[in-house]
């Protein structure tokens, strides 16, 4: 277990004049593609005109040799002013109430995040970063609607130990009288880890192969109408994307493991540049779980998140959203125990398997009506859903199979859509509105009146199970708070009761 650490300012304010500064080199591991950028273009073009003697002296790319030293050597001054006023103008401050970050030389910017909105924080380690040891925070905060802001680079150890600290406070706990600014980072254990085979495999079987396929077969089509092999060229720019959609799958869920601590759940993962997020109990608004067709013989799932205030970057939000990157269906259920510890039924993983695997009416799921066939041949009697106690389950897909889980109290809104087929044969899609993610909860096709029925059953269990359902404070160890207590049923991951999901497993 970690011992308490002193981190300045993290439970008492800092005064107007207490700030801190990043690593001295930061700005060169957040700068260094330029450096080097450069640096390519310029070896390139010495080399291609290479060095020679004219008139007696050393020239070099056509100049003499002096003046290409000072060019180069002002280049070198002009990156160390920028890269020392980049870290000199970078600043950060924390205080009981708000996170705050100044950078900029030029164009100022100050960031400031409250602490009680802060979601997660996640430690980041680019490949260079690595290198100097250093580790760059990135911020969710509420309703930030992308990451609220980045804190590069710390040292690793005060990066951790920072982030122990903030978090503590977002959840609540109250500071020690005696030694404000002591926290202990949690611990965390373990629950499961993927070995690099089974990352390889989803990989290899996973979308961008079935993309693969379909261009080869296009252009080996194309060559045999045509007659033209150099039609294979055309391949080459799709090899290349294809190739770069291997390695970024692989490398981003590459030593993927899933902890649990008293800040919630963490995940580790990244080859070149290493993750550990934190997903807090009580973030969690959705969960999808998705069985893509050539996943089948092997049992492998994937298993994605709706988190509030996640954020909208484009560059990490796929890999930010994963739980499970290809599990079974046991480690399904593992991970899933840990989000969403009371399904609401007696018999979890009978009516999950259902709802991953099944069709029909299966475990009291209601289906599409048998006039859904005009729309819907191959999947109607797959769209389906079933309220349990906790949280509406949303079945569809054929090829693709998905199962969609929102608790009730996440629900947002609802509504019914329906186009002029539809109308005409009596049908309706039911659409659950979740926060901003990969998940969107939808049941496809159902009847009129079952959907209308649905509507205002969904609506009425909402408001109830918002009404009774309270904050987390999660490392408080208050009574229905999350991991650090039994969660509203005591059946949290870490509370004394043990989760339903392994009940039932531990009485088969």
Not at 349 to 356: K, M, T
Request: with cysteine; hydrophobic share 45%.
């Amino acid at each position: 277990m970690s011992a308490p650490v002193q981190v300045p300012g993290s439970f008492r304010t800092d005064g107007p004049d207490d700030w801190h500064r990043v690593h001295p080199v930061s700005p060169l591991v957040r700068g260094w593609v330029a450096v080097a950028a450069i640096i390519v273009v310029f070896g390139r073009t010495s080399l291609e005109n290479g060095a020679s003697y004219r008139s007696g002296s050393l020239e070099f790319n056509g100049a003499p040799v002096g003046v290409v030293a000072a060019v180069v050597s002002a280049a070198v001054v002009v990156f160390g002013v920028v890269f020392f006023l980049s870290w000199r103008f970078t600043r950060y401050q924390v205080t009981d109430d708000h996170v705050h970050v100044n950078s900029g030389v030029i164009f100022r910017q100050q960031r400031r995040a409250r602490i009680d909105r802060v979601q997660a924080i996640d430690v980041v380690q680019p490949l260079v970063a690595r290198a100097f040891g250093l580790a760059e925070l990135r911020f969710d905060v509420a309703d930030s609607g992308k990451s609220a802001m980045k804190l590069s680079f710390l040292k690793l150890d005060e990066a951790k130990r920072l982030r122990a600290a903030i978090l503590a406070r977002a959840a609540g706990v109250a500071a020690d009288p005696a030694a404000p600014g002591v926290v202990a980072e949690a611990p965390e254990r373990q629950v499961l880890a993927l070995a690099p085979a089974r990352i390889l495999g989803a990989t290899l079987l996973g979308p961008t192969t079935v993309v693969a396929v379909i261009v080869l077969a296009f252009c080996l089509a194309l060559v045999a109408v045509t007659g033209e092999p150099a039609t294979l060229v055309t391949l080459v720019p799709a090899i290349i994307g294809v190739g770069a959609g291997y390695w970024r799958s692989f490398t981003n869920d590459f030593n993927f493991r899933v902890a649990l601590s008293a800040d919630g759940v963490r995940l580790h993962y990244g080859m070149l540049e290493t993750r550990a997020q934190t997903i807090p109990p009580g973030r969690v608004q959705a969960v999808g779980i998705s069985q893509g067709l050539l996943w089948r013989a092997c049992g492998w799932y994937r298993v994605h998140l709706n988190v509030a205030g996640l954020g909208d970057d484009r560059r990490d939000h796929e890999s930010r959203t994963v739980l499970l990157p290809a599990g079974t269906l046991p480690e399904v259920m593992t991970v899933l125990a840990l989000v969403f510890p009371d399904p609401g039924v007696a018999n979890p993983l009978d009516v999950l398997a259902a709802g991953i695997r099944g069709k029909g009416g299966a475990q009291g799921f209601v289906h599409s009506p048998r006039r859904a066939f005009w729309l819907d041949p191959l999947a109607w009697r797959r769209n389906a859903y079933r309220a349990t106690g906790t949280a509406l389950l949303c079945r569809r897909g054929v090829l693709t199979r998905r199962l969609e889980v929102v608790p009730h109290e996440r629900t947002q809104s609802l509504s019914l859509e329906q186009g002029p087929l539809m109308r005409a044969l009596g049908l309706v899609d039911f659409a659950l509105h979740s926060t901003r993610g990969p998940v969107t909860p939808v049941v496809r096709h159902m009847a009129l009146p079952a959907g209308r029925a649905l509507f205002d059953e969904q609506a009425a269990r909402a408001a109830t199970a918002r009404r009774i359902h309270r904050p987390e404070r999660w490392m408080t160890g208050a009574p229905g708070n999350g991991p650090a207590g039994n969660g509203p049923t005591g059946s949290g991951p870490t509370g004394s009761g043990p989760s339903k999901y392994l009940e039932e497993e531990h009485g088969r």
